[in-house]
């Protein structure tokens, strides 16, 4: 009795392994299969999803790097379309064109949030983005995923300009601070002239680019001007506006505390010149204090501080953030959302300041010890951050650029007076926006 017990249980045992190498043999099995979904649907829900993002080669080592880990804790795998810096908008373009799922995510310029949205290739994130998540981010990252009452993106390189000044050439003048108003920094540009410290006070990108106009809004914003109106009509031939512009042409010409050259320059010029201790007094992108303490390159090691912007009413400065953005033909939504918040959120963005020196949009961010350590100055860096203004929020943005630098350039050069280049400009802007109805 004993043996034939045995015996059955052995049978039974034997066709239960047949039975399970038979399931084992055909990889479609609806064993396996139930196995996959069931997984797929607790701890990654979305695995086996392929999302396809386009972009530059900059920082390629560390976004490899992070998709691999996004990879491995979600099961989503993520393909990057390098290519060169030019050939980024063509491609992009060309996706939205043909129904916007040749790529699932994309950076996000402030300047096109307006045309995307209008145009209807970008999707709304407002059904996952928290009111935390809302109330984390600095002002000017926050109003640039924002049009007509909705949220597109997370913060990505959410980048404004800094006012630096040199503390050492400063003092040498006799002074105990950075200039406050715009009396003052052309007071000091003035004594560090006479006393043959600088040829020049300071340096400006005003060559007839995107950071001519991206000086102006600063400097306008800075004496109480404002371009557009809530509606998005042109306010910028306003008295203030006209003062500010007044101004720049005035420290060339009148005052003779900015180098002349501006005119032609771009920011790469204006840091050169401050490295190279030729001037006291820059605007510039980035962490302005890194290049200038970088002994291999510049000649004013340690000499350098941040400060808020001069100001007349206020002090403000120019912001440039760009975002990370789901294009509205994404089969893949959710996981695209998975993959920016896991790259953008306030982890995310800590880990990018501190491994790749791009700036964060959130407040906390700054607030972290880490990331504190690592970079000089950061303190005051914010303090110009909760100030930062974006440029216009129009459809039409780059055709009202291209029009608007050629208007500050006139009076730059002198070619008209400040009023007449923003009654022109303004003239111009009206033409461009009628026909863009």
Known sequence: ??????????????????????????????????????????????????????SNPSNQEYFAKVNKEFQEKTGIEVQTDTVGNADVTPKLMNSFMSGGSTYDIFVMDVIDLPRFVVSGWVEPVDQWLTDDMKNEMLPFAKQALQYQGKYYGLPFAS???????????????????????????????????EKGIVKYGSAWAWSQTEGLVCDFIAIASSMGGKLFDED????????ENTAALQLM????????????????????????????????????????????????????????????????????????????????????????WEYIKFLNDTEGSKRQAIEIGMFPGWKSVYEDPEVKAGVPGLDKILEQAEVAVNRPQIPWYNEWSSKFQVELQNALTQKKTPAQALADAFAETQKIQESNK
């Open 1 to 54: 009795m004993k043996r034939k017990s045995s015996i059955m249980v052995l049978l039974l045992i034997v066709l239960a392994v047949a039975a399970l190498s038979g399931c084992g043999n055909n990889s479609n099995s609806a064993a396996e299969g139930n196995t996959k979904t069931n997984a797929a649907s607790s701890d990654k829900p979305y695995a086996g999803v392929v999302l396809r993002t386009i």
């Open 159 to 193: 980048e404004y300009k800094s006012f630096v000044y040199n503390k050492t050439m400063v003092e040498k003048a006799g002074f105990s601070g950075p200039p406050k108003t715009w009396d003052d920094f052309i007071k000091y540009s003035q004594a560090l002239q």
């Open 232 to 239: 998005g009509n042109p306010v910028f031939n306003s008295p």
């Open 249 to 336: 042409v005035d420290m060339i010409y009148k005052y003779k505390v900015v180098d002349p050259a501006s005119i032609q320059y771009n920011e790469t010029n204006v840091l050169d010149a401050m490295s190279a201790g030729d001037i006291a007094f820059e605007l510039n992108w980035g962490l302005p204090l890194t290049p200038l303490n970088d002994e291999s390159k510049s000649k004013i090691v340690n000499q350098a501080d941040v400060a808020p912007l001069p100001y007349t009413v206020s002090s403000a400065t120019i912001a440039g953030p760009m975002s990370y953005a789901i294009s509205s033909g994404s089969k893949n939504k959710e996981a695209a």
